[in-house]
C-alpha cells in the first residue's frame, strides 16, 4: 500500500479528537475509505510535521473513525499548503525525492494571477499589475474594472470599480483586469452572475460546479452560493478552452480547476486557474457524487508519484 501525506497549513489540528474543525473531517475520511479501496493510505498533517520524506504524527481515517499516528514513512505528498518564497524550497525539494501533487512550477503558475495572464493572454480579461496610470487607462478603456490581490484566493479583497474616486487605497501585490460582465448567465446552466469551475485530473475534466450570486461577486465564500455541474453539462465553448489550457499545461500527474466567466455573448474567459480546488461536499449528496470522479482520479496520480 502507498502512503500519501496530504499537508496542510493550520486547517490541521493534534489536540482534538480529529483532525478538521468543521466538514472537512467527513470529506477527507470518505476520500481516505475510497483511497485504502484502491491500496493507497492517506495521511493528514500539518507541513510543518514533515520532515524527510516523513511526517513525525499525522491522522489516518480507518475503520470508521479518525486516529492519530506517528513516524510514518512518505512514498508521496498531496500538498494543500500555501505557496511563498520559504514554502517553495519545501515543495521543490519534496517533488526531487519523493514527489508531490502538484509540481511547484504548476504551482506558482496558478498561484500568481499576473503569470497565469502572461501564459494565456488570449484567454483572460487584460490584467495589469496595479499602478495608477494602468487603473486610469483601462478606466478609460473599459469603463470598469476589477482589482484583486495577486496572489490571494476565495474572492478576497476583490474591488470592482467605475471610477478613479471608487479605487481604495492598495498596499499589497494587486493587479487590474478587465471587467468581464458574467451577469448574463449561462444558457442551459445558470441565469444570473457567475463563474463555472471545471476540475481537471491528469488532463481529464472530472467534474465541475457553477458558483452564482445576485451581486458582482459569485464565489461562495463571499456569501454566494454553487451548484454541481457535470461535465456532459459543459458548453461546447467552455470544453474547448479547458482542453486548450490542458494541452499548454502537460504536468503529471496533476490536479488543477479553471474558473470561468461567460461574457453576453456566451464567450468563456478564464478568471484564474487554482491549483488546489476543494473536494469539499458539505452534506450535498448531488455535489459528492460529482466529485467521486475527482477522488479516484487523485488516487490514480498518487500512485505516479
Not at 471608487?166 to 446552466?189: A, L, N, R, T, V
Request: a negative charge; proline letters at 4%.
Amino acid at each position: 500500500m502507498k502512503t500519501i501525506g496530504v499537508l496542510w497549513d493550520e486547517e490541521v489540528t493534534w489536540d482534538g479528537e480529529k483532525p478538521f474543525d468543521g466538514q472537512s473531517n467527513e470529506a477527507y475520511g470518505y476520500f481516505s475509505e475510497r483511497a485504502e479501496d484502491k491500496d493507497v493510505r492517506l495521511v493528514q498533517a500539518q507541513y510543518h510535521w514533515y520532515d524527510d520524506g516523513s511526517l513525525s504524527q499525522g491522522w489516518v481515517y480507518e475503520e470508521g473513525s479518525w486516529q492519530k499516528v506517528e513516524d510514518v514513512e512518505l512514498d508521496g505528498v498531496f500538498d494543500k499548503f500555501h505557496f511563498d518564497e520559504d514554502t517553495k524550497a519545501l515543495k521543490q525539494e519534496i517533488s526531487e525525492t519523493i514527489g508531490i501533487l502538484n509540481n511547484p512550477e504548476l504551482e506558482e503558475l496558478c498561484k500568481d494571477k499576473l503569470l497565469t495572464y502572461e501564459r494565456f493572454p488570449e484567454k483572460m480579461p487584460e490584467t495589469r499589475i496595479f499602478s495608477d496610470d494602468n487603473a486610469q487607462e483601462m478606466l478609460e478603456e473599459y469603463g470598469k474594472i476589477v482589482l484583486k490581490p495577486r496572489y490571494a484566493f476565495g474572492g478576497k479583497g476583490i474591488h470592482i470599480v467605475a471610477s478613479e474616486e471608487e479605487i481604495p487605497e492598495i498596499e499589497d501585490d494587486y493587479i487590474i483586469q478587465e471587467f468581464i460582465d458574467s451577469s448574463g448567465g449561462i444558457e442551459g446552466i445558470v441565469e444570473e452572475t457567475h463563474d463555472l469551475r471545471g476540475i481537471v485530473v491528469n488532463g481529464e475534466l472530472e467534474a465541475g460546479y457553477v458558483r452564482y450570486s445576485d451581486g458582482e461577486i459569485s464565489n461562495v465564500a463571499q456569501g454566494g452560493s454553487q451548484d454541481a455541474v457535470s461535465p456532459e453539462e459543459f458548453p461546447e465553448k467552455a470544453l474547448d478552452l479547458i482542453e486548450s489550457v490542458n494541452d499548454e499545461l502537460e504536468f503529471r500527474p496533476c490536479l488543477f480547476s479553471v474558473d470561468l466567466f461567460f461574457d453576453g455573448e456566451g464567450n468563456p474567459w478564464i478568471v484564474e486557474l487554482n491549483s488546489k480546488p476543494g473536494i469539499g461536499f458539505y452534506g450535498d449528496e448531488e455535489m459528492k457524487k460529482q466529485l467521486v470522479p475527482v477522488m479516484d482520479g487523485l488516487v490514480e496520480a498518487f500512485k505516479q508519484l
